[in-house]
Structures are given as structure tokens and as C-alpha cells.
């Protein structure tokens, strides 16, 4: 059953990569959002002369604010029907393929961020697989993202995961039907 559910088509996916996008540059209002939003004052990513002090040429992006912002696009919205960044939303599944699950992201920091710095990004699918889980026999659709800076290091990279089930309801009516 997994060799018939992960087809030629859904296997051709793996190995896509989108090409380069410039994200809009995180502000100071930004930052001051963030802050306000999470109440996390660390003087790094408030203070420049904190900053030089520790070691930096200036302020640093709080990493969570880097590591979410060119990835959160609200569900339902056209950004996200059309962001060419996320290939997993691109990919064709069986219809019945609509309960949609976070099943788990690693990332990895790995330069600092300044406060202005222009970021890049880039996706792609590193692994489809079906496994049997709670909910049934899933897909998971793995995808590596990248933020890049100006020079295009690598700053972040993170491994994200989405499991992808049948839809209870859609099966419901499919056995209505019969």
C-alpha cells in the first residue's frame, strides 16, 4: 500500500528547489513587535552598543523572528495558495489527502543576523515517504528551508516535516456514496 500511495509524480518532487527569493528586511518596528509580542528584552537585538560590546558589529535579529518571518504565511490567504517559496503546498495529493500536520522541524542557527541585513531564501524537497501513524497512512513531505544573507551564507537552515492524512469527513462521504 505505502509503494502505490508515494507514486512516479509524488517521487519527482524530491530534489526541487525553488529558486532564490529576497524576503522584505526586518525593521527596527519589527524587532519593537516582537518584542512587545513575546516579551523577550535579550539587549542583543535592542542595544548596539550591548552588542558591540559582546562581540557584534551591531544589533542582532532575534533568531525565531528570522526563522519565522519568510515562512508565515497565513493559511487560506492567496500569499500562501501562491508562495512559490513553499513547495509542499504545490504538491498534488489523493483528494482524500486533506488533514494536514505539523510532524516536526529541526533548525539549525548558524551566522548572526543584523538588524537592515537584506535575506534571501530558498526551499526544497528533500524526502516523500508513507508511514502508518495514528491517524492512518500518511504522507510526509519533508523540506530543507534556507535564509541566506547578502553574501549568501547560509544563516539558518531548518528541516520541516508535514504529515498529511485522510480526511475522516472526505472518507465518510466517499463510503456514503457507495
Given at each position: 500500500?505505502?509503494?502505490?500511495?508515494?507514486?512516479?509524480?509524488?517521487?519527482?518532487?524530491?530534489?526541487?528547489?525553488?529558486?532564490?527569493?529576497?524576503?522584505?528586511?526586518?525593521?527596527?518596528?519589527?524587532?519593537?513587535?516582537?518584542?512587545?509580542?513575546?516579551?523577550?528584552?535579550?539587549?542583543?537585538?535592542?542595544?548596539?552598543?550591548?552588542?558591540?560590546?559582546?562581540?557584534?558589529?551591531?544589533?542582532?535579529?532575534?533568531?525565531?523572528?528570522?526563522?519565522?518571518?519568510?515562512?508565515?504565511?497565513?493559511?487560506?490567504?492567496?500569499?500562501?495558495?501562491?508562495?512559490?517559496?513553499?513547495?509542499?503546498?504545490?504538491?498534488?495529493?489523493?483528494?482524500?489527502?486533506a488533514n494536514v500536520r505539523n510532524a516536526g522541524s529541526e533548525t539549525e542557527w548558524l551566522q548572526p543576523v543584523y538588524l537592515g541585513e537584506q535575506l534571501s531564501t530558498q526551499s526544497s524537497i528533500v524526502d516523500i515517504v508513507a508511514r502508518q501513524g495514528k491517524a492512518g497512512l500518511g504522507i510526509?513531505?519533508?523540506?530543507?528551508?534556507?535564509?541566506?544573507?547578502?553574501?549568501?551564507?547560509?544563516?539558518?537552515?531548518?528541516?520541516?516535516?508535514?504529515?498529511?492524512?485522510?480526511?475522516?469527513?472526505?472518507?465518510?462521504?466517499?463510503?456514503?456514496?457507495?
Open positions: 500500500m505505502t509503494d502505490s500511495l508515494i507514486t512516479a509524480e509524488l517521487r519527482a518532487w524530491i530534489g526541487r528547489t525553488t529558486p532564490l527569493r529576497q524576503v522584505e528586511i526586518i525593521s527596527a518596528a519589527d524587532v519593537r513587535r516582537y518584542v512587545d509580542a513575546t516579551g523577550d528584552t535579550n539587549p542583543l537585538w535592542l542595544d548596539d552598543d550591548f552588542a558591540r560590546s559582546a562581540g557584534y558589529r551591531s544589533r542582532l535579529l532575534p533568531p525565531t523572528l528570522v526563522g519565522w518571518v519568510p515562512f508565515s504565511f497565513r493559511e487560506g490567504t492567496e500569499r500562501a495558495d501562491s508562495e512559490p517559496t513553499d513547495l509542499r503546498r504545490q504538491i498534488l495529493l489523493p483528494a482524500e489527502y510526509y513531505i519533508s523540506q530543507e528551508e534556507q535564509v541566506l544573507n547578502a553574501q549568501q551564507q547560509i544563516v539558518l537552515r531548518r528541516r520541516h516535516t508535514t504529515a498529511v492524512f485522510p480526511d475522516k469527513q472526505f472518507i465518510g462521504a466517499q463510503k456514503a456514496d457507495i
